[in-house]
Nanobody, 121 residues
């Protein structure tokens, strides 16, 4: 079974940066489309960024929510089975639990347990 473990969250001031990591184990990393989602209390989980299974870290293959474009960057290191989310110029509204997701056609997606990101002065 595929397992996803997020790390890198924490407390940061507005304008600061964080880099989230998602370690993938249990299966071949390259066959999954990967994504980062976030959720705050009382709100639905939303897609932040994604990269197709056959894609690269280029701007052509990656997708971002409008609210994070120009500030966040999703990337993956297939050799080390790790997904990243570089978050720059963080805003208070970015505060949420961030989840790693792995998707494959014909199967239920896999989720990590999340990592807390808090942006506050």
């Amino acid at each position: 079974q595929v397992q996803l473990v997020e790390s890198g969250g924490g407390l940061v001031q507005p304008g600061g940066s964080l880099r989230l990591s998602c370690a993938v184990s249990g299966s071949s990393f390259s066959i999954y489309a990967m994504g980062w989602y976030r959720q705050t209390p009382g709100k639905e989980r939303e897609l932040v960024a994604s990269i197709p299974s056959g894609g690269t870290t280029s701007t052509i293959t990656t997708r971002y929510a409008d609210s994070v474009k120009g500030r966040f960057t999703i990337s993956k290191d297939s050799a080390n089975n790790t997904l990243y989310l570089q978050m720059n110029n963080l805003k208070p509204e970015d505060t949420a639990v961030y989840y790693c997701n792995a998707a494959r056609y014909g199967r239920q997606p896999y989720w990590g347990r999340g990592t807390q990101v808090t942006v506050s002065s």
